[in-house]
């Protein structure tokens, strides 16, 4: 009897165990359950405060957290457990009572929080979960690591998540004088990279992007009333204007409080501006963003000279060559003179006082027929030749006579011109009336 006493017991004791542990590891898993640090780079120079959020995205069923930070470079950033405070997600902004325990090892804060009440209230969505206010002490950099997050549903069981990591395997980065903050972003298969030289931190990572307003946009964040940066570098791929001037920044809505004309090379444009730091949302407009599939308007070439042109004479070609997108990014005159079995390339180069593309035609002998096309590629890729509706242009180059044909041509000449004058003599003498 008491043997199966003891087989009862330890039958039910398996069976609790099964069920703690069937909950702990069936809890639906969401992969698309973020943990992250926002934002997620930091900049502002020392005697200074910045917070920052722990975060998380798409969440079902959450009932509590926790977590550990950890910021190796304690000389640099100085933070304590009153400078932490519990964000507004998981008690629904005070729908539910919560708890919060905070507390510092040494080496980094553990920071939890759980549901105060029935265990079956679990929230859902996206929010903060708590802030944290560091002070900075001195110029430098510290790296800012998310350690030991869990989530748990009110079951107790764990919720499958990730954590957003941006520099290095951590989460967080933080340096007291700048820092450059790289988007990259995808588009039909291509990938661009912006980046972005501040002394503020931004938000979010990559930024936000519209392609119908041809705009990004994105929040810059540090302590009030000091002057804050960007230099944003956009590929001209990505982004970019007719003119320089076109660019248009706002910062909240309104001009920001430096914003010369933006600066340029072959591939990138550079829009720099200056704010009053605080928490603002600025977006950069072009009027051009990727998908361009336009390429770009070729104008009739111009012939310089317009009328005959003789042996060995070099052949100027004028051209007006625009693309109202990504920009013009080369130009080439190819040109035959056997017909179109060959095709020499001539590199065209932009003007700037006339506006136009030009370059020459090598001077070629005399009964040549030329012919040329010209082809030009914008900076989005896109190419477009004018050919004059598959006529191509063409022009011939003067014949020459040689003066073994030039000679006889002479002696007949002057032999006709002999025998006119002695006809006309001898029809004087026959009117005569002597």
Known sequence: MEAKRLFYVALFTLFIVGAVFSGVCTSSPDPATIVYVDPPYISTPPGQYFTINISIAEVINLNSWSFKLFYPNKTVLYTNTSMITEGPFLSQDGIYPTDLTKSYDGFSLNVGCHIVGPPSVGVSGSGTLASITFLVQKEGECV????ETTLRDPDVALI??????IKANYEGYFNSEKVDVVNNVEVLGKNYTVVTTTNSSISPVPFN???AEKEISFN???PDDMTGYCNVSIPKSFMNCTA???WDVTVNGNLPA??????ENATHTFVYFTYTTSTHKVRITSTYMIPELTPPLIGTPIREPSGDVEPGQEVKISVNITDIGTGVKNATLYYTIDNGTS???RPMTYNSKTGYYETAIP?????TWVKYKITAYDNGGNHYTEDNGGEYYVYIVVPEFPAIVIFPLFIIATLAAAALMKRFRQSVRNVSPY
């Open 220 to 222: 810059v964040i540090g």
């Open 244 to 246: 320089l001037d076109d």
């Open 160 to 165: 499958f998540h990730a954590t957003r990591i």
């Open 258 to 263: 430096y914003f010369p004309t933006p600066t």
């Open 144 to 147: 800012i690591d998310l350690q």
């Open 363 to 367: 001077g070629q002998t005399g009964g």
């Open 343 to 345: 095709w020499g390339p």
């Open 209 to 211: 992007m519209h392609i």
